[in-house]
């Protein structure tokens, strides 16, 4: 399968079963406006990797004179022109093509990007070529980012150290092993060729080097919609300017349960170093994906997902066979409380700090407090 075929079956993969709303694309207008208010008057919007559509429509729908949207599905790009020649929409012209291998004549005075860069393999010479598609010095990019150190990083890239799906045929095959949200992100990050989580300091540091600095910093359109930050994700969302007197001083997006994260990274290593058959790791990343996604509440509060996550691998250990002296020290320490927990073992108030990377913080205070089941 060539690269294009490879691309085409994926965008097929996220977008086959879903249609342009009315109610979506208001929403989408909503926060195009709150984020460019009357800037987008008179403006040409370049919307790069456009998907189902509906940020090409909420960019014409807030104002902006003209939209070019290019994706280089071709599948993608003849929905999308039907469904403006349906709706008799005439101020959007839909391109097909890959910036990487094309030039394209539009021009536009904002380029959007947004929940592509994650996915591009060569990111500098991505944004070098994104920059020819600006109109002037004054054009502007808005670029969206996965975050790094953050629970979804540590789940997508811990099950893509075990499965990757090399199709949408592959991937077709285990669907209904997959509960509903977690099947809606493992058809992105598992099927994906490249997934990059990326801090804010070294994403500053990319666009710098290609002549891009940052602006402004956003919320995420979950917390405009919503009000409430997603605590297993929380991406980053910068304007960018071709000025560098425009950049200003940006800090690192919150991290929830970050310290928890690092634990859980630890206690991962362990498990999958075991003695574990493919099917039985093929297994373990997606049960890993059905508990972190099962778990966040209202779709927003990471805590129980933390918690389950936990318990998760720490019963891999406990299938496995997994010797307390032959663990790292963290790992045996969560290790022998989780099988005090499992048989009601007496523990002690407060951790003895034998071993001070497991104190303070909400994995051990659990363990602690509570007798479990597995």
């Not at 020819?132 to 808005?142: E, K, N």
């Not at 077709?172 to 997959?178: H, I, M, Q, T």
């Not at 425009?246 to 690192?252: A, K, S």
């Not at 409380?337 to 994995?363: M, S, T």
Request: aromatic share 12%; glycine share 6%; charged share 25%.
């Amino acid at each position: 399968m060539s690269n294009d075929q490879r691309l085409n079956e994926y965008s097929n993969s996220m977008f086959r079963y879903e249609r342009l709303s009315e109610r979506w694309i208001d929403s989408c207008t909503a926060y195009v406006r709150a984020l460019f208010g009357a800037e987008l008057r008179g403006k040409t919007v370049i919307d790069y990797a456009f998907g189902r559509g509906n940020w090409s429509l909420a960019f014409r729908a807030a104002g902006a004179e003209r939209v070019v949207a290019i994706d280089a599905s071709t599948d993608l790009v003849t929905r999308f022109k039907n469904y403006c020649k349906d709706h008799k929409i005439r101020n959007i012209e839909v391109l097909a093509g890959n910036i990487m291998d094309q030039d394209f004549g539009a021009r536009g005075d904002l380029v959007w990007l947004y929940g592509i860069m994650q996915h591009i393999p060569d990111q500098t010479t991505f944004l070098s070529r994104m920059k020819t598609l600006c109109s002037g010095p004054a054009a502007q990019i808005y670029l969206y980012h996965y975050n790094a150190r953050s629970l979804r990083e540590f789940t997508v890239q811990t099950c893509r150290s075990i499965l990757i799906y090399q199709s949408e045929s592959e991937f077709r095959k285990d669907n209904f092993l997959f509960v509903r949200p977690a099947r809606m992100r493992a058809r992105d990050d598992l099927t994906v060729p490249t997934v990059t989580f990326l801090t804010a300091a070294k994403l500053r540091s990319l666009l710098q080097s290609v002549g891009l600095y940052i602006k402004r910093r956003d919320i995420d359109f979950q917390e405009f919609l919503h009000g409430k930050i997603t605590e297993d994700f929380y991406p980053h969302q910068f304007l960018c300017s071709l000025q560098p007197q425009d950049e200003v001083e940006i800090e690192e997006p919150p991290v929830p349960y970050a310290k928890e994260v690092a634990a859980l990274n630890e206690i991962a290593q362990a498990a999958l170093a075991l003695g574990l058959s493919s099917v039985e790791r093929k297994n373990i990343a997606i049960g890993l994906y059905n508990t972190h996604f099962a778990f966040i509440r209202d779709g927003f509060y990471a805590y129980n997902s933390v918690i389950e996550i936990l318990q998760f691998l720490l019963f891999i250990l406990l299938q496995g066979g997994a010797q307390v002296e032959t663990l790292p020290p963290a790992v045996a320490a969560y290790y022998k409380l989780f099988r005090a927990a499992l048989g009601g073992i007496e523990r002690p108030l407060r951790l003895p700090l034998v071993c001070e990377e497991i104190a303070d913080n909400q994995l051990t205070e659990y363990l602690l407090d509570n007798n479990t089941r597995s």
